[in-house]
């Protein structure tokens, strides 16, 4: 009897616990279950968008390929449009611009690079558009824009490439003694053994300046 009667005792106690608790354990639950199914949503929805992208993307690596520059930028701009938060929104981007380039389309290739340098995924590929939009803007008889856009310190593998797309720059402005910094950086930013210092090093002695 004192058994049963502890027994009720202790129900009565796990009763009122849980009338006082129990909405909120209920609550914890339920956001503990629909976290775990936002997750699982959202790895899903990567999924599907990397799925997609990578699709659209080997389409536009075979264009690219077969030299259809129009090809290539309408896939890119549905890779863009559809994927462009995807590793593969600024490899297109960069893919189009190419084209636009080799096109000679100087405007449509600022406007891809554009987007590429402030949208692309990797930090990388955004460093390459702006390495490549300074270029393009310097062709288009935008130097000052074009030093501008070089106003970022890049991934250490671009360091020397930077240093060196601003010499160009700054040596087309007719500022030698700059140019030649700009040069001289490059060469020490770049590896010892590596080819392109040569390019580098003709640019600095066809500057005239004394080292």
């Given amino acids: 009897m004192a058994y049963d009667l502890e ?56 264009a690219a390929r077969s030299g259809d520059a129009k090809r290539v930028r309408d896939i890119a701009a549905q890779v863009v449009d559809r994927y462009g938060s995807t590793v593969y929104g600024g490899l297109a981007a960069l893919a189009s611009a190419k084209a636009a380039f080799t096109a000679g389309d100087l405007a449509a290739a600022e406007q891809q690079l554009r987007w590429a340098a402030e949208h692309a995924r990797e930090a990388e590929q955004r460093d390459i558009a702006r390495l490549r939009l300074a270029g393009v803007l310097l062709d288009a008889k935008k130097p000052d824009e074009a030093l501008k856009t070089l106003d970022h310190k890049p991934v250490d593998t671009y360091v020397a490439l930077y240093a060196d797309m601003r010499g160009d720059i700054l040596a087309a402005q007719g500022k030698p003694a700059e140019a030649a910094a700009a040069y001289r950086s490059a060469l020490d930013k770049s590896d010892a053994a590596s080819p392109y210092r040569q390019l580098v090093e003709i640019k600095l002695e066809a500057l005239g300046v004394a080292k």
């Fill in 7 to 62: 027994e009720q005792e202790q129900l009565e106690t796990i009763k009122s616990w849980w009338g006082q608790y129990g909405n909120y354990i209920v609550a914890a639950v339920m956001a503990v279950a629909l976290s775990v199914a936002g997750y699982q949503g959202w790895r899903y929805y990567r999924f599907q968008q990397s799925t997609g992208a990578a699709t659209l993307y080997g389409q536009l690596d075979q």
